[in-house]
């Protein structure tokens, strides 16, 4: 990866939000878009803005069923940091409320 590829992702991990939306797409297979404006407790278009910031710089991709987005890391991306990253957000009190919020909608309401 080259500086300016390096810059542009720690540029793109600097935003607490996009962070948080990390972190809940590593601890998931995918996540509907609706699942994280209930999670975040933003807007659609803030939180559609966001991922769309991770997906420009290379860290999502998506998948579409129907009228729902579906978002995931892709895998062969920086994967030490994502890594840290998951690790760093176990000791997150904002981020196990994230996880935790977002679980109790998944099951309750799947899209």
Same mark, same amino acid.
């Given at each position: 990866? *080259?500086? @300016?590829?390096?810059?542009?992702?720690?540029?793109? /991990?600097?935003?607490?939000?996009?962070?948080?939306?990390?972190? /809940?797409?590593?601890?998931?297979? @995918?996540?509907? =878009?609706?699942?994280?404006?209930d999670?975040?407790?933003? #807007? &659609? %278009? =803030?939180?559609?803005?966001?991922?769309?910031? +991770?997906?420009? *710089?290379?860290?999502? %991709?998506?998948?579409?069923? #129907?009228?729902w987005?579906?978002?995931k890391?892709?895998? *062969?991306?920086? =994967?030490? +940091?994502?890594?840290?990253?998951?690790? #760093?957000?176990?000791? *997150?009190? @904002?981020? &196990?409320?994230?996880?935790?919020?977002?679980?109790?909608?998944?099951?309750?309401?799947?899209?």
């Amino acid at each position: 990866m *080259n500086t @300016e590829k390096l810059a542009a992702l720690f540029k793109t /991990l600097s935003e607490p939000v996009r962070l948080r939306i990390v972190y /809940l797409l590593l601890r998931s297979d @995918e996540i509907c =878009v609706c699942d994280l404006v209930d999670t975040l407790s933003l #807007s &659609q %278009s =803030v939180v559609s803005r966001h991922l769309a910031y +991770l997906r420009n *710089n290379g860290l999502v %991709s998506t998948r579409r069923d #129907s009228v729902w987005v579906y978002y995931k890391i892709i895998n *062969n991306c920086c =994967v030490p +940091l994502l890594e840290h990253i998951r690790e #760093s957000g176990r000791n *997150n009190n @904002e981020m &196990q409320k994230d996880l935790l919020k977002l679980n109790s909608f998944t099951k309750k309401y799947p899209c």
